[in-house]
């Protein structure tokens, strides 16, 4: 803030010294060209900041470097993978429960999934079913049409 | 129960009523049901419980994989914010801590005042000076329009500009500071909250804000800093050098400088904020439609080839939506606390700036009175500049809070 400082006073340095000029130089031909000068001075001074400041020379940087460099703002894409994956987790815990509520079978679900490339958002592939014990043949479609009905048609139960 | 009530009858000699029949049955089957409700309702109470604990322990997971460090370290930057952990207070948030507005005013008006008994030696020496130039006018007498009167008028003007400078540098210096330091925050804050509107389903906004932020943080507050606040100062030596002499007639100059912040601001204002506002609120109605719809398909039973994962009530995405809310909030106290002491001080100069304009006017020359008048006005583009970067950030807060509400 020197700048402003320095620029402030030599700005009433230069139109004191204007005045002072002014009110000495007796009438004459010669006073309104001084007049005249010292306006010329005065303004010149005032607006010196400006062309220079867009030249960049006020503060060794150019007021359009860094403008538009920096213009990037990006998402932390570590939280959001570990995000996907508490989600997907929680889903897979949840369906475990259904499944043991449902059917009254202990079994382990894990969903295939992926980020959907346009929006980020959980696709999921494929869910595969493991029960400890081999389920009957009509349990089996059952918990696939419901799986399939609620998660994804890709059921696969081993 | 029964036969002892027929005795008790009998003795009385009326038959027992219905009613009382009735009651007693009542009060005998509530003794035998209602500590069966109550066993449903403790259990309702522990499910409640565990649910609450499992959300808790989901963000607390969530808070340690999130990057706080550069809002922590921007945090410990700040010399009259003494808000503790990040993370402490972002639980906090979560939890509805409330907002102490009686001490809020209280500490508004004595930094006020702190600012006001700061300023007060400078413009007490304006007034001297100001009044010891008009006591010289009157002794002067006759001999007021010469050349030793034109000099006395110079010196006394540029003696009461020197105190006058301090302020003003201090004023730019805050306003600078505080832009500088809410742009600091923005790019803290905004990678923050869009990575936790993209975890919480609002992609489509993430899309729309990520250049806008961008665009906002960097360009617009950047020409805040670098155009409207030098133009300030260049309108400022504008009024002092037309006020020292009037034989430079610079006024339109002034208005000149004027009139590109007064556009510059507006435009800003109006083009952006409107834009932006719109493009926020129809994003995130899109998401919320988006979601609908698969929730939709889902609960419908429409077999779904790679179906997307879309739960009722999810944990990890409450979670989410928590930590968003408390870290818009936190941002909103960040920026209260960065734009307060600049906006003080800014207030105090110019209602100070005002009184002492009206104190110095009846006496003698009127150029001081005038300037400092004319000064009062100019710094309201500061004040201007300030507030305007701390609206679009409020604002962009808010479109970011409000975009996992179309979610819900």
Known sequence: MSFISGYLLSVIGVVLISAVLTALTPNGKTAGLIKTLTRLACILIIISPIPNFLKGKTDGSSIFENFLGNSVIETDE????????????????????????????????????????????????????????????????????????????????? | MKKSLQKYCKRQGKKPKKSFLFILIFISLCIFILPVFSVAFVQAESVDTSAQTQLNDTLLQMLNELDLQALEDYVKGLENLDTGSVKERLIAYVKGESFDYANFFANFISVLLKGVGDLLPAFACITAV?????????????????????????????????????????????????????????????????????????????????????????????????????????????????????????????????????????????????????????????????????????????????????????????????????????????????????????????LLLRFTSAVTQPFGDSRVSDFLSETADNIQYCTAGLLFTAFLYFLSIVLMLLSSEALL
């Open chain 1, 78 to 158: 570590a939280f959001i993978e570990y995000y996907r994956k508490l989600r997907v987790e929680s889903a897979e815990e949840k369906l475990e429960q259904e499944l043991l509520e449902k059917y009254d079978e202990a079994c382990v679900v894990s969903l295939i999934w992926q980020a959907d490339d346009e929006t980020g958002d959980i696709q999921i592939l494929a869910v595969r079913v493991t029960t400890e014990t081999p389920l009957e043949t009509e349990v089996k479609r059952e918990m696939s049409q419901y799986i399939s009905k609620n998660y994804c048609s890709e059921v696969l139960i081993e």
């Open chain 2, 130 to 350: 100001s009044l010891l130039s008009g006591v010289l006018g009157e002794l002067r007498g006759g001999n007021a329009g010469g050349t030793s009167g034109v000099m006395i008028n110079l010196i006394t003007y540029v003696s009461a500009l020197i105190p006058l400078l301090g302020v003003l540098i201090e004023c730019f210096e805050r306003s600078v500071s505080g832009v500088t330091s809410m742009q600091k925050q923005m790019q803290i804050v905004y990678p923050l909250l869009l990575t936790l509107m993209a975890t919480t389903g609002g992609s489509v906004s993430v899309a729309v804000c990520k250049p806008t932020v961008a665009f906002f943080s960097n360009v617009i507050v950047s020409a805040i800093v670098r155009i409207v606040f030098p133009l300030t100062i260049t309108i400022i030596a504008f009024s002092m050098a037309g006020n020292l002499t009037r034989e430079l007639k610079i006024n339109k100059f002034s208005a000149f400088f004027k009139s590109i912040n007064k556009w510059l601001i507006g435009i800003c204002v109006s083009v952006f904020g409107l834009f932006f506002s719109l493009q926020g609120i129809t994003s995130a109605s899109y998401d919320g439609i988006v979601r609908r719809t698969v929730k939709y398909a889902i609960g419908n039973g429409v077999p779904i080839v790679g179906g997307f994962l879309s739960g009722g009530y999810d944990l990890a995405v409450a979670g989410g939506i928590l930590l968003k809310n408390s870290l818009g909030n936190m941002s909103i106290f960040l920026l209260v606390g960065v734009l307060f002491e600049p906006l003080v001080l800014l207030l105090a100069t110019s």
